[in-house]
Structures are given as C-alpha cells and as structure tokens.
C-alpha cells in the first residue's frame, strides 16, 4: 500500500518536502516511526529511496541504510527493488561501511558485480567496527554465499594475536549464519585468550564461544 494512504498528512508532507541533501533531515525514518508508527516507517522507505541521490548528505544515507537492515525482514521484493536502486543512486563511500553492507546484509540486495573494483581491500584493520569496511564487505559477500569470502574472514581472525582483537571480529562473525560459520566459532572453543576487562582481563575467548554457541542452538 503507498505511504500516502498509510502515514498522516503531516508526515506525507514532511516526506514530500524533504532536502536530503541536509544533515537536518538525518532523522526522518525515526521521526516518521516515533510520529506514526513503523507501518508508516516501512512504507516511507520506498519515497525516501526514490529521494537518494550522489549529493545526498551522508549521515541521511547512512541512517536510511541503517533502517533497511532494521526493516529488512518486512521488506517486500517490491521495496527492496526501490532500496537497491537507491543503492545505484548513492556511490559506494568507506565512511558509511557499516551501515551501508549492513542494509545490504540484512535485506540480501545482491550487489556483488556492481561492487566489484570499489570496495579498497585492507586488512590491516584490528576492530571490526573501525575503520574496517573490509571486514563489513567480507560479511556482506559471505552472507550472499560468495566463494572464498568465509575462508578471508576465517583467516583475518586466525592471524590476529591480541586476545581483544580476536574476541570482537568473533563476535562480529556471529552475526552470520550457518554451519560453517558456527565450525570457524568452534574452532576457538579452547582458545584461553581473554578480551580486555575494565580493569585488567576479561572473560576468555572459550568462555564467549560458549555462550555464543549455546544462544545459536537455541
């Protein structure tokens, strides 16, 4: 059903008006669900995608594919056709990484060839949420079942040393699915590295394996 005969006129009209080219517009999906309700969210991501463009302020494209990934499992294939061309409209930018593969993530928009060339391989990252958007293409292109994807992030995590380290790009992993990503989380199952604590060692690696592997067989 079209946004217009779900959301309230004042809502219709602010989606309308919107300049997404202004970082004051940055919150529109969340004030649309704080104002009318995720009914109304989810179908104000097809006008607001039409909207995207290259001269779109970043944080308005970064929180939209913020909400994709929220929305995702909503989403219908003809929403998803409009967020994918959104995705077409917006060139791919490392600052937004997270965000951006996320969405993609989330809502499984197959953008593997169009991405090909544009995503700069670094692996000398050390957290996953830092500076790290090849990590975030890696999970992307593992979670579309791309070749070889798995076995580069298995690898990045079974070269770093630091305990810390490899507790976070573990617990990132987790967030895919599959037998073969639980066989590279039970590989650190005795692994008696510990993350960082507030004031010296935290909890070891194994003990995370265990509770991440016990909320998977849930």
Not at 59 to 88: C, H, W
């Amino acid at each position: 059903m079209n946004y217009v005969d779900i959301c309230p006129p004042s809502v219709v009209y602010r989606i309308q008006e919107a300049d997404l080219r202004s970082s004051a517009d940055a919150d529109l999906i969340t004030w649309v669900e704080v104002t009318a309700g995720r009914k109304c969210a989810i179908a104000a991501l097809e006008p607001i995608a039409k909207k995207l463009k290259a001269d779109s302020d970043l944080s308005v494209v970064d929180l939209f594919f913020n909400a994709v990934a929220g929305y995702a499992p909503m989403l219908d294939d003809t929403q998803k056709d409009f967020i994918r061309e959104a995705y077409l409209h917006f060139p791919y930018n490392p600052a937004i990484s997270g965000n951006y593969f996320l969405g993609l993530r989330y809502a499984r928009i197959d953008l593997r060839d169009e991405l090909k060339g544009h995503v700069r391989i670094n692996w000398g990252f050390k957290d996953p949420d830092r500076n790290a958007a090849t990590w975030d293409y890696y999970l992307y292109l593992a979670a579309m079942d791309e070749p070889g994807a798995l076995d580069a992030i298995s690898d990045k995590i079974a070269d770093t040393k630091n305990g810390n380290d490899a507790t976070l790009l573990l617990l990132s992993l987790a967030d895919l699915h599959g037998k073969e990503v639980d066989a590279i989380l039970q590989s650190y199952a005795n692994d008696s590295r510990t993350a960082d604590g507030v004031s010296g060692p935290g909890r070891p690696i194994s003990k995370t394996i265990e509770r991440l592997m016990r909320t998977r067989t849930q």
